[in-house]
């Protein structure tokens, strides 16, 4: 399976952005899908959107319309999600994970947690 | 959005027992469902897709079946290793969204 490395703990203040990098391990970056999915303490699991680096093109769930923002920079062979405007209930563990038709994930990644506090 | 909704949120087993739990969605996504497993701490592992094709390094003691809106996973022969919290997912339209899991206890 895909093994994902994900940047580090962030500690946000409310309103300010988050910006949480992945990077697969192996030369699969073209040809799959990243997805960015959030789990709040305690809670299930929430798709937050994906994108397709080889096209570029990107799908985010409407809740996150207008904060949230999915990258890939294909020289890097990263992804990026960005979330704006935090809000104390965006403090969860965000993940990325990777598959090949966008909707089925068999490699994540470790996991960051992201803290927002005042 | 299409609900998922697991049962039971928890159940206590045993190693060696058989266990069962479902997952119900709120409209038809005809095959279009996968299982994961996630272990306190850590991030979630495919089981299975498309309801019942178990992922590739997945002990054939995980059985899924169902169709249309209603699904199982059906544990035989619980390990060790086994207890954790399963959680199902569509893949059938956007937002894909997940159930709120079972948790499998001692």
């Known amino acids: 399976q895909v093994q994902l490395v994900q940047s580090g703990v962030e500690v946000k203040k409310p309103g300010s952005s988050v910006k949480v990098s992945c990077k697969p391990s192996g030369g699969i970056f073209s040809n799959h899908a990243f997805t960015w999915l959030r789990q709040a303490p305690g809670q299930g699991l929430e798709w937050m959107g994906g994108?397709?680096?080889?096209?570029?093109?990107?799908k985010e769930a409407q809740k996150f319309q207008g904060r949230l923002t999915i990258t890939a920079d294909k020289s890097t062979s990263t992804a990026y999600m960005e979330l704006a405007s935090l809000r104390l209930d965006d403090t969860a563990v965000y993940y990325c994970?990777?598959?090949?038709?966008?909707?089925?994930?068999?490699?994540w990644g470790q996991g960051t947690l992201v803290t927002v506090s005042s | 959005d299409i609900q998922m909704t697991q049962s039971p949120s928890s159940l206590s087993a045993s190693v060696g027992d058989r266990v069962t739990m479902t997952c119900r969605a709120s409209q038809s996504i005809t095959t279009y469902l996968n299982w994961y497993q996630q272990k306190s701490g850590k991030a979630p592992k495919l089981l299975m897709f498309?309801?019942?094709n178990l992922q590739r390094g997945v002990p054939a003691r995980f059985r899924g079946s169902g169709s249309g809106t209603d699904f199982t996973l059906t544990i035989s022969g619980l390990q060790p290793e086994d207890f954790a919290t399963y959680y199902c997912q569509q893949s059938y339209s956007f937002p894909y969204t997940f159930g709120l899991g079972t948790k499998v206890e001692v």
């Open positions: 994970a990777t598959s090949t038709d966008g909707s089925t994930w068999s490699g």
């Open positions: 994108i397709i680096p080889i096209s570029g093109n990107t």
């Open positions: 498309a309801v019942s």
